[in-house]
Every structure is written in structure tokens, then in C-alpha cells.
């Protein structure tokens, strides 16, 4: 079931001949528009997160029954939700659970998947059977499903145990990339000569092996952190995310899906948490563009 | 050929256990009695209660309660849901639902797919395919539940050109909408990494080799090219296709589809776990079943890895 590597090894391109410094990477994406204009989104949305008070100073928990689900007026620019609580600062407060996810998720997976995958690649044998056969284990049931059934036996689910249920289920893809990276750079001439003057093991994979391979599982988290950010939504659409009163763009599309009348309640978190997830995948996209040294000649 | 696929299959069986038996813990360990509150807030005798408790085995440990539902399982005495209507019954109405959802959506994720995917390869660089990699960028960023409900609002309510939801209007009616939406979901990935296989397959030295020998456009794109670039496209395709059930939980619960992912979600939060572990079975062996056609498929394409 080694296939899937095929699948982002073929988008992913492995890293031979002429690769970039980071100042040179950092240059390179820096004179890209489209990079620039995503980061400064993708940073605005991690301070709406951070510090909603800086964007409204309603109070979303404040509201007025008598103007449910009307639509805007002044001062409230996106209208009023179905218990009249101000739509546009429950807009802002829903940033934070999918900020957290893009975050905690996306470092936290490229970490576990980046470790497994190394000690999987680097140590075959006993350690590779290991973690090999677990993936497949994982990989073997649907992922929503497996997600699902763990977060039901959740009684109280905070943020932090939805991205670490993402976490736990979500390594093999990335762990397998990892690997297939680690297996074409491990008899390179630089690694067997780091063996030979007898550099320890663990330092040759930091220093030498994890550099040279990390580029498509970084290519392929930053393109993948959109996904989490919808899969956060989804699960609490499901009913299986966060529980009220948490405010989230996923509950919102919840509340949104029986109030059809009212479609400014689905716009605006759909709104942002599109740009949200477009700004990722772009940032993603010239990540790897500027990795791929096909593209430098 | 044979041996191969028997060795796949016996290797299968280790984690079909594994996974059903983890399925199975992880429904024991939800909190609360599946039969108090399935009655509400009604007060159940003693003896109703009990009599229930013994039909479905509640009482007895873990492993007896799994190895029991793995036996009913396989001897296909499926029994009843908690709430009393026969599983096998359910089955066969439910899988035709997720059955038609499925295939649908596959064909115009494919078509879709394969069809954008091969002429952006080819004319890379052209117009269409400067439209395309935007296309598949917004289809890819935009999370799929927006992308659902946007579809069902502006199709459904709106315009009134489709169902909204439910099965009332039959094959193909009521499925037009919600496969579309699973079609354009699954595209991108599936056009972008055509795309991809075929520019770098073009560019590789024995397209050159080909080409430096004199043969025709026509020879080198049909024998050529195609055959290796192929290869990642068939390998994307099987796991859309095993993990489109999965899919199928969003897409049944938006359009309130009456398939298999809604009765494995109901299943779920009602701690029945016979029914997750038989829906998680049946999902474990398509899995398996799809990636061995796909390695026989790849067999066939592709001689280097026939003899594996």
C-alpha cells in the first residue's frame, strides 16, 4: 500500500541537484505577490484569533432575541444569527478553532509524521514493520469514520482533543511520504560518509537526513492545512466537534443548514473560511514551486 | 497472479481483525447505556430491560460481546438495531442509496478528472490550463462543506433546478446534485495530479528516446506516454474510489440521504457497535477489495511490477 507515496511523490517532486538556502527561500517566495498578499490574510486571521477584541468590541454572546436572524444594519454589518446575537463578531470569534486547528494540527502533524516517518525510513527492520504496520491499520478505515467514532466516546471535547484525535489518526499519509524521502536520501554519499567517521545515528538523521528529505512532507502539510481547517468544520457540523456555547465557523454552518431562508447566517463564515484555506494553499503552492528546483532553471 | 492476490489477502486479515476489534473497543468505551436512553425519559421495567440486555449480550464482557457480533457477522444473522428494525432489511435498502451516490459521484469526479487533467497536460501553459490550475486551486481550498451547501442553496433553493434533498424524486434525480458535488470536490486532485504525471512523463528521456528515433506523435502519446503516465492516475483513483464512502457520511447527512454513512453516523451515536462493526467491516473490505484491483490493474499497465 506504498502507492499513496507514488501519488504525492508525483506532485511532490524529490529534491535532486541544486536546492535553496532559507534566506534564498524566504527572497524568493518575499518577491511573489500573491505569497505576500496570503501571508498577510493567513496573519490577520491568526490575530483575529489571538485578539478578537481588536476587530469588534460587540460582545457575541450579547443578544437580543427580538432581531433574530435579521439581516445588517448599521453598526452590524453582517446581521444578527437566529438568537440576535451580533452575526460579524461571531464571525471574528469563530476564527479561533480553525486557526488552532491550522496551527497545532498542521506543525503537530508535520512533527509526528516527520519523526515516524524518519525512524521508519532510517531504521529498516523491526522499526520499519512497526510503524508500517500501524499506518496500515489506520489508513485501513475510513478516516471521518474512525474520527466519528473516537470523538463520540468523548465526553468533553475541547479543541485541543479534536486536533490531537486528527493528530493520532491523521500521521500515516504524511509518515509515508516521509519514508520514501528518507529511503532514496539514506545511501546518499554524505550520509555514508557521516556513518563512517562514526557520527551517532540520531545525529546524522537531524542533521543530515532530515534536512535533504523534509521538503515534499513540508509541501504536502502546507498544501493539506486547508483540508484540516474543513475537516474541523465538518466534524463540528457532524455534531462531533466542539460543543456549544464555543463559537466556530463549523457550528455556524450547523445553525445555517436549517435556516435557509436566512443565507447571510452561511455567507460569511463560508467567506472567510474559504479565504481562510485559499490564502493556505496558495502559500502552499509557492512553497513548493520555490522548493522545486525544476522550475529554477 | 493468484498467489499474489491469496498473499494479499491473508495479509489483509491480520488488519481487518485489528481494526474491527478497535472499532468495536472504541464504541464499548462511549460513555452512557445505548438502552436507557434510547427509552428517554419513560421508565423501563426491570425485566424489559434485562430481557433487552440479554438479546444484545450488553451484560457480558467486552471480548465475549465482540467475538459474539463477529459470529453473528459471519454466519449473516445481522439481528436487530436497538430500536428493533432488522439490520439485513436496513442493508438492502441502504446499500443501493450509497451504492448510486457513489458511482455517480465517481463518474463525474473521473470524467471531469481524467478529461481536464490530460488536456492541461497537453497543452501546458495554454490558456485552458492557466484556468484550470486557478479552477482546481479555489475547488481544492474550498472546504468541502461550503462547497456542498453553496451547491444545495444555489441548485436546490434558489434556482429550483434539483432536489433539494431526500430520495423522493428517485434515480437520478435526487442524486444529481449531491454526486455533483462529490464530482467537483474530487476533481481537482485527481486533474492536477494527471497534469502533473503527464508534463513530467513527456519530459522524461525515453519520450525523448522515442522521439529521437523517429517515431509519430500518435505512437509516442498512445505507447509512450500515457501507458507511464497513467500509473499515479489509476493509484488516485482507487483510493477516491475506497474512500468515497467516507465521503458519503457529509454528502448523506447534508442531503439527508437515507445510505449507508447516515446509518453508520445514527449507529454511532446511538453505541450500537454490532452495526458500526459490521458498516466498519464492509467498508474495511471494499478497501481492500479496490486495492487489490488496483495492483492487478497496475499489473497489467505497468510489466515492472508484475511479478512482485
Known amino acids: ?297 | 497472479m493468484i498467489r499474489f492476490i491469496l498473499r494479499r489477502i491473508l495479509a489483509a486479515i491480520p488488519i481487518g481483525l485489528i481494526v474491527t476489534l478497535g472499532v468495536f473497543a472504541l464504541v464499548f468505551a462511549m460513555p452512557g447505556d445505548p438502552l436507557r436512553e434510547l427509552a428517554g425519559d419513560k421508565p423501563i421495567p426491570a425485566a424489559v430491560l434485562a430481557a433487552k440486555r440479554a438479546q444484545y449480550h450488553l451484560d457480558d464482557p467486552f471480548i465475549v460481546q465482540y467475538l459474539l457480533s463477529m459470529k453473528d457477522m459471519f454466519t449473516g444473522h445481522f439481528g436487530t438495531t436497538f430500536a428493533g428494525a432488522d439490520i439485513a432489511d436496513q442493508l438492502r435498502l441502504r446499500i443501493p442509496v450509497t451504492l448510486k451516490l457513489a458511482t455517480l459521484g465517481l463518474v463525474f469526479q473521473w470524467i471531469a478528472g481524467l478529461l481536464f487533467g490530460l488536456y492541461a497536460g497537453f497543452k501546458r501553459n495554454g490558456v485552458m490550463d492557466r484556468l484550470l490550475l486557478l479552477a482546481t486551486l479555489v475547488v481544492l481550498a474550498v472546504p468541502g462543506l461550503v462547497l456542498y451547501f453553496t451547491g444545495q442553496y444555489l441548485f436546490g433553493v434558489e434556482l429550483k433546478w434539483l432536489p433539494v434533498s431526500g430520495t423522493r424524486d428517485g434515480w437520478p434525480m435526487s442524486y444529481l446534485l449531491p454526486a455533483i458535488c462529490i464530482g467537483i470536490t474530487g476533481f481537482a486532485g485527481l486533474a492536477r495530479l494527471t497534469r502533473t504525471s503527464i508534463v513530467d512523463t513527456a519530459n522524461s528521456d525515453f519520450v525523448k528516446t522515442a522521439r529521437a528515433k523517429g517515431l509519430g506523435e500518435q505512437r509516442i502519446l498512445w505507447r509512450h506516454v500515457l501507458p507511464n503516465a497513467l500509473l499515479p492516475v489509476v493509484t488516485l483513483m482507487g483510493i477516491d474510489f475506497a474512500g468515497i464512502f467516507a465521503g458519503a457520511v457529509l454528502a448523506e447527512s447534508i442531503f439527508n440521504l437515507p445510505g449507508l454513512g447516515q446509518f453508520m453516523f445514527q449507529a454511532i451515536k446511538l453505541k450500537e457497535g454490532g452495526v458500526v462493526v459490521l458498516l466498519s467491516t464492509l467498508a474495511f473490505l471494499m478497501f481492500i477489495l479496490i486495492n487489490l484491483a488496483v495492483d492487478v490493474i497496475y499489473g497489467a499497465i505497468d510489466p515492472r511490477v508484475r511479478n512482485v
Not at chain 1, 511573489?32 to 476587530?55: D, G
Not at chain 1, 474512525?146 to 470523538?151: D, H, K, M, Q, T
Not at chain 1, 532514496?184 to 557520527?199: C, I, P
Not at chain 1, 542533521?207 to 474543513?230: C, D, E, R, S
Request: aromatic content about 10%; overall charge positive; charged content about 15%.
Open chain 1, 1 to 297: 500500500m506504498s502507492e499513496t507515496s507514488q501519488v504525492f511523490g508525483a506532485e511532490t517532486q524529490d529534491l535532486e541537484g541544486r536546492t535553496l538556502s532559507n534566506t534564498q527561500l524566504l527572497r524568493a517566495l518575499l518577491r511573489k505577490p500573491q505569497f505576500v498578499i496570503c501571508l498577510v490574510l493567513v496573519l490577520t486571521f491568526f490575530l483575529m484569533a489571538a485578539v478578537p477584541r481588536l476587530f469588534t468590541s460587540v460582545d457575541p454572546h450579547f443578544c437580543a432575541l427580538a432581531k433574530s436572524a435579521h439581516s445588517r444594519e448599521p453598526g452590524h454589518p453582517f446581521g444578527f444569527d437566529i438568537q440576535g446575537c451580533d452575526y460579524f463578531a461571531n464571525v471574528i470569534y469563530g476564527a479561533r478553532p480553525s486557526v488552532l486547528v491550522s496551527l497545532v494540527a498542521g506543525i503537530g502533524g508535520f512533527v509526528v509524521a516527520g519523526i515516524l516517518g524518519l525512524l521508519a525510513g532510517y531504521f529498516p527492520g523491526l522499526v520499519d514493520t512497526a510503524i508500517s504496520r500501524v499506518a496500515d491499520v489506520l489508513f485501513a478505515l475510513p478516516g471521518l469514520i474512525a474520527l466519528i467514532v473516537i470523538l463520540n466516546s468523548v465526553p468533553n471535547r475541547s479543541i485541543w482533543i479534536i486536533v490531537a484525535i486528527i493528530l493520532v489518526t491523521g500521521w500515516p499519509q504524511g509518515m509515508r511520504v516521509m519514508r520514501s524521502t528518507v529511503f532514496s536520501v539514506r545511501n546518499r554519499e554524505y550520509v555514508l560518509a557521516a556513518r563512517s567517521v562514526g557520527v551517532p545515528p540520531l545525529r546524522i538523521l537531524r542533521k543530515h537526513v532530515f534536512p535533504n528529505a523534509m521538503a515534499p512532507l513540508l509541501a504536502m502539510t502546507t498544501l493539506g492545512i486547508g483540508g484540516l481547517i474543513g475537516l474541523e468544520a465538518v466534524l463540528t457540523f457532524l455534531g462531533v466537534g466542539l460543543q456549544p456555547p464555543s463559537i466556530s465557523w463549523g457550528s455556524q454552518f450547523g445553525v445555517a443548514a436549517s435556516y435557509r431562508e436566512s443565507p447571510h447566517l452561511f455567507l460569511w463564515p463560508a467567506l472567510f473560511i474559504s479565504t481562510m484555506t485559499i490564502s493556505f494553499m496558495i502559500i502552499g503552492d509557492s512553497i513548493r514551486d520555490a522548493l522545486d528546483p525544476k522550475l529554477l532553471r
